[in-house]
C-alpha cells in the first residue's frame, strides 16, 4: 500500500504522467511468476491485510524464494507452521526474519502495523498454547491488540470464572480447547460477543487427534460460536481479527 501512495503522491505533485502512473500500478501489482509459485501482489490491497504463507510441505529453496519476493519489495509478510530449519536458510538471507518455535511462524514486518481493539485468545489447557499462539500471532499481525488468557479450562472452571470480565471486554473471542472441547460453548453461553472455538488435537485415544473435540464444538447448543479446523490456529486468528476490524471501523 505504500508503494500505491507513493506513486498516487507523484501523480499529484505532477512528476509522473497519467501514462506512466497506469505503468507502475500496473507493474506493482503484476502477480510474480515463478516455476513453482504465482504471488499475488494484489491480495494485501484487494484484503487490505498482510500475505500469510503456509511453510509446511513447501522445499526450503522454494519458500526462500518466496520470502525474498516479499523482502524485495518490503512487503510484510508471515510463514505459519515454519521449521526451525526453514527459518534458518531464511534469516541467513534475510536477517530482519524473525521466528517464533512454540507458534512456528516466521514474521517479515517493514512497516508497523497498527493495532486496534481487541480479541481475546483462550485455551482450555498448557497443551493447547500452540494452536492458540497461532491465532494471536496471526491476530497481532493483523492489526489487533490480543489478550492471551490460557489455561482456564473445565477441569477447574473457577479458573475461567476468575477472567470472565476481561475476556468479555474483547470485540471477538478465540476459544482453542482439546479434549472434550467444552471452553467453546461454555464461554459462548457467559459472553455477548463472537466466539471462534478451535479444536486442537489434544488428547488421549478416543479423542482421536482432535475430531472429539469438533464435534463436540459442531454440536454445541451455545448460539454465536463458529468452528475452524483441527488446530487451525492461524484461520481463527485471521477471522478473530477480521471481526474486529469491523467492529473499530463503526
Keep these: 500500500m505504500q508503494e500505491l501512495k507513493t506513486i498516487l503522491e507523484q501523480l499529484k505533485a505532477g512528476t509522473l504522467s497519467i501514462q506512466e502512473t497506469q505503468k507502475a500500478i500496473q507493474h506493482l501489482y503484476q502477480n510474480k511468476e515463478m516455476d513453482f509459485a504465482t504471488i499475488d501482489w494484489q491480495r494485501s490491497a484487494r484484503k487490505n491485510y498482510g500475505e500469510v504463507i503456509f511453510c509446511n510441505g513447501k522445499k526450503t529453496q522454494h519458500l526462500l524464494s518466496i520470502f525474498e519476493a516479499f523482502a524485495e519489495k518490503k512487503q510484510n509478510v508471515i510463514g505459519t507452521r515454519a521449521s526451525e530449519k526453514q527459518f534458518a536458510l531464511i534469516q541467513k538471507s534475510i536477517p530482519q526474519a524473525e521466528y517464533d518455535p512454540l507458534s512456528q511462524i516466521i514474521k517479515l514486518i517493514f512497516t508497523p502495523v497498527e493495532k486496534k481493539g481487541l480479541v481475546a485468545v483462550c485455551t482450555g489447557g498448557t497443551s493447547d498454547v500452540a494452536v492458540a499462539e497461532e491465532a494471536a500471532q496471526t491476530a497481532e499481525f493483523h492489526g489487533s491488540h490480543v489478550l492471551r488468557i490460557y489455561d482456564v479450562g473445565v477441569a477447574g472452571i473457577h479458573r475461567l470464572f476468575a477472567r470472565l470480565e476481561e475476556i468479555r471486554s474483547a470485540n471477538c473471542i478465540v476459544a482453542v480447547a482439546g479434549m472434550e472441547g467444552a471452553l467453546g460453548g461454555v464461554i459462548t453461553g457467559l459472553v455477548n460477543k463472537p466466539v471462534i472455538a478451535v479444536p486442537t488435537s489434544v488428547g488421549y485415544g478416543t479423542a482421536f487427534h482432535g475430531v472429539s473435540a469438533l464435534l463436540t464444538m459442531l454440536n454445541s447448543?451455545?448460539?454465536?460460536?463458529?468452528?475452524?479446523?483441527?488446530?487451525?490456529?492461524?484461520?481463527?486468528?485471521?477471522?478473530?481479527?477480521?471481526?474486529?476490524?469491523?467492529?473499530?471501523?463503526?
Excluded: P, T, W
Excluded at 492461524?234 to 471501523?249: D, E, V
Design 221 to 250: 447448543c451455545a448460539e454465536g460460536m463458529a468452528v475452524v479446523n483441527i488446530d487451525n490456529g492461524f484461520g481463527a486468528g485471521y477471522m478473530a481479527s477480521q471481526i474486529n476490524r469491523l467492529i473499530c471501523a463503526k
